[in-house]
């Protein structure tokens, strides 16, 4: 690796022009520097400050002025897949654009499965890689992979970079759409030869992508059939979903629940949304949740989802869920509406804006005497809450039960700890028996399910929010996927 490196600075000496210098014709003071020193500025200036990653012979250009930056905290990672699930368990306990960095080949394979996680789960991260030079594309060259032909399927878009001008418009629009609409991934593949070579470092000024339509607010006609419907309501349910989450809504649907009086179930990846000891809490849905939730959709007339895709670890077979209920869905995502289950009333919008737009309708209706009546359905929902509660069986005599341990720790655990978690059993029981209070506490893979996420995503989450206390909830196969990352 020192030789690597040692002849890679060489190399990379020969055609960096100072980075001070202006380019020509310009007119401008535009700084000259190497396509890997306006890699790092660009991060820094798109808020980045941690990224998770492994250096390798295509990317270690990058490496010397990541190295020197004072805003940039470089955590090197064991094995690439744990760099992703670092950014991705940043990402969502801070909120912000997780960042991850590999070489070509392997090291950008290696990020595939965390990449396909993010994407399933709408995490923003922005994975770069680095690539073999622009002149031995296409030639199977050593440490070769088209990385950007493998992840279309599961990025929300992704750039090959060949010039050095291009790299700061490209960051910054990796940025912008990894965090705007439905988040998600975005890839930044850049050749060896473009991080190397120098040229004027040009910042945009502002993102402009005529082919990347942001969502607009929700349509007030949709609004106002959808408060017509839940007030109407005799059985309704609230079905929320991690788009509350990401959009930060948390305030709205408890003010919403609190006006309406509504139940409401919160998926896996929602929960904390509402706190988990609120008496209109019904708790989780689906093939591991709750009696009450899973039988009160059911039972439903009225199902309003919000950031939630009809998963089918939530519905099982489409064609006998809520069989009663007509259907209000809201996503940020219009391809979402529809796809699983038909929409009575459809709403395209961020989860924010629609429940700040349907309080005002609710309020209005309140005004006008229509409060809507949901006394006899929370007569049933507390029976069904009181008859079959959440319990386990208690362990032997002189042993302990997981449930139990897993329980003790969340009552031990100060105030805003984070928890990660697995995918197994030991996921579902940490779902069923800790108790959230607030979104970005919980921290899981729930549409791709990838064993070995918890230690690296634990990881990522304690470097972003170093003041938490952070807990890794595994169980012994995910474990020996990714503990390696216990050296880090």
């Not at 099982?316 to 699983?340: Q, W």
Request: with cysteine; net charge negative.
């Amino acid at each position: 690796m020192t030789e690597y490196a040692t002849a890679d600075r060489a190399e990379r000496a020969e055609t960096a022009a100072p980075p001070t210098a202006l380019e020509p014709g310009t007119g401008d003071a535009a700084p000259r520097l190497t396509g890997a020193q306006a890699l790092i500025r660009s991060l820094e200036e798109a808020g980045a400050d941690t990224v998770f990653g492994i250096p390798g012979g295509a990317v270690l250009p990058a490496y010397d002025p990541l190295m020197d930056s004072v805003k940039l905290r470089h955590i090197l990672v064991r094995h690439e897949q744990g760099a992703g699930h670092a950014a991705t368990g940043y990402a969502q306990a801070t909120g912000k654009v997780g960042v991850c960095m590999a070489t070509s080949g392997p090291g950008a394979t290696n990020l595939v499965t965390a990449i396909a996680d993010a994407y399933m789960d709408s995490v923003p991260i922005v994975a770069v890689t680095g690539q073999v030079p622009s002149s031995s594309i296409g030639t199977d060259s050593f440490q070769e992979a088209d990385i950007c032909g493998i992840t279309v399927p599961i990025t929300k878009h992704n750039y090959l970079v060949t010039d050095p001008a291009d790299i700061p418009r490209v960051i910054a629009e990796a940025f912008h759409v990894a965090s705007t609409g439905r988040p998600g991934p975005v890839l930044v593949d850049i050749t060896k030869d473009a991080l190397q070579r120098p040229a004027a470092y040009c910042p945009p000024q502002r993102t402009e992508l005529p082919g990347y339509q942001r969502v607009g607010r929700p349509h007030d006609r949709q609004i106002r059939q959808a408060a017509a419907l839940l007030l109407a309501a005799e059985r309704p349910v609230l079905y929320v979903g991690g788009g509350v989450v990401k959009a930060g809504a948390a305030d709205e649907l408890r003010s919403l629940v609190e006006l309406t009086g509504v139940p409401v179930v919160t998926t896996l990846m929602a929960l904390g949304t509402i706190p988990a000891d609120h008496p209109r809490c019904l708790g989780m849905p689906g093939m591991h949740g709750t009696v009450a939730a899973v039988t009160a959709l059911q039972k439903a007339d009225l199902i309003f989802a919000v950031g939630a895709r009809f998963d089918d670890r939530v519905t099982g077979r489409l064609d006998s869920f809520a069989p009663y209920a007509k259907v209000v869905h809201a996503d940020v995502d219009p391809a979402e509406i529809g796809k699983n289950r038909a929409a009575d009333v459809p709403i395209v919008g961020d989860a924010r804006e629609v429940l700040e737009a349907l309080l005002h309708v609710v309020r209005s209706e309140h005004e006008a005497g229509n409060h809507g009546d949901c006394t006899a359905w929370w007569e049933r929902l507390d029976d069904w809450r009181t008859r079959y509660p959440l319990g386990y069986e208690p362990a032997p005599e002189g042993r302990l039960s997981p449930q139990r341990v897993i329980e003790r720790i969340g009552r031990l655990a100060p105030e805003g700890t984070v928890f990660a978690a697995g995918v197994g059993q030991h996921q579902m029981w940490a779902s069923q028996f800790l108790r959230f209070e607030e979104p970005r506490h919980w921290l899981n893979s729930g549409g791709a399910g990838t064993m070995g996420y918890a230690v690296p995503a634990a990881m990522g989450a304690k470097a972003g929010m170093p003041d938490r206390t952070v807990w890794a909830i595994d169980g012994d196969g995910c474990f020996q996927m990714t503990n390696q990352e216990l050296t880090t």
